[in-house]
């Protein structure tokens, strides 16, 4: 599988026959797609910024919401959460999705705004790969994106939902949650290529650059 950022919570991941697109943001995130096509869009909410369906061709099938999906061989599990520390009461629901792409459990956070129950963190126990806000404002801040990672126990974590030079909203960057995970003089990549035979044996932190 070929792990590349679009930006924000999106990423674009590609099997040997199937590219799945997550939470595609819109141009007024500050990020631009581009030409970007896929069989499969997952929507963790319906915020402009993670929903922008109309931005990926090919006429993908739309994942949204909880319950268990199995398109093109791609098997899906949305588990419901929220987008805030009060069960949804000031920003709503968010859908946390767990992929299973070539034999990798791969599972995207979404705009996670609370630390998982012990009913949820069972339920992603299998995760290789974990996409995971970390800049806080309407997500976990870096402080809880690492005791998420704890909690979980990836094989390899991606960071998304920070500042950049091309956001325009005010979040945090990168760089403290880098500092609570322990990683010093990380070199972005442009895209991670994994298969289940070369996931890491121990935790892999990976920041990947936009495009």
């Known amino acids: 599988m070929e792990i590349t950022w679009l930006g924000h919570s999106c990423f674009r991941l590609k099997s040997k026959q199937v590219t799945v697109v997550t939470d595609p943001c819109s141009p007024d995130t500050g990020y631009a797609l581009g030409k970007v096509s896929a069989q499969i869009v997952t929507v963790s ?35 419901t959460t929220f987008h805030d520390n009060e069960h949804g009461a000031v920003r709503g629901k968010n859908t946390v999705y767990l992929m299973d792409i070539d034999d990798v459990m791969i599972c995207h956070l979404g705009d996670l705004g609370h630390t998982l129950t012990a009913e949820q963190v069972a339920k992603l126990e299998t995760v290789d790969v974990l996409l995971v806000p970390v800049g806080g404002g309407s997500t976990i801040d870096a402080t809880q994106a690492a005791e998420t990672v704890r909690r979980l126990e990836p094989k390899i974590v991606i960071p998304m939902h920070f500042k950049t030079e091309a956001l325009k909203r005010d979040l945090a960057t990168e760089e403290r949650f880098l500092k609570e995970m322990g990683v010093k003089d990380i070199v972005p990549l442009t895209k991670l290529n994994i298969t289940k035979a070369n996931l890491p044996q121990s935790l892999q932190v990976t920041l990947l650059s936009y495009k």
């Open 45 to 79: 909410h319906a915020h402009p910024g993670h929903s922008y369906v109309e931005g990926v061709s090919d006429n993908p099938k739309v994942i949204k919401g909880p319950g268990e999906y199995e398109i093109s061989d791609i098997i899906t599990l949305g588990l």
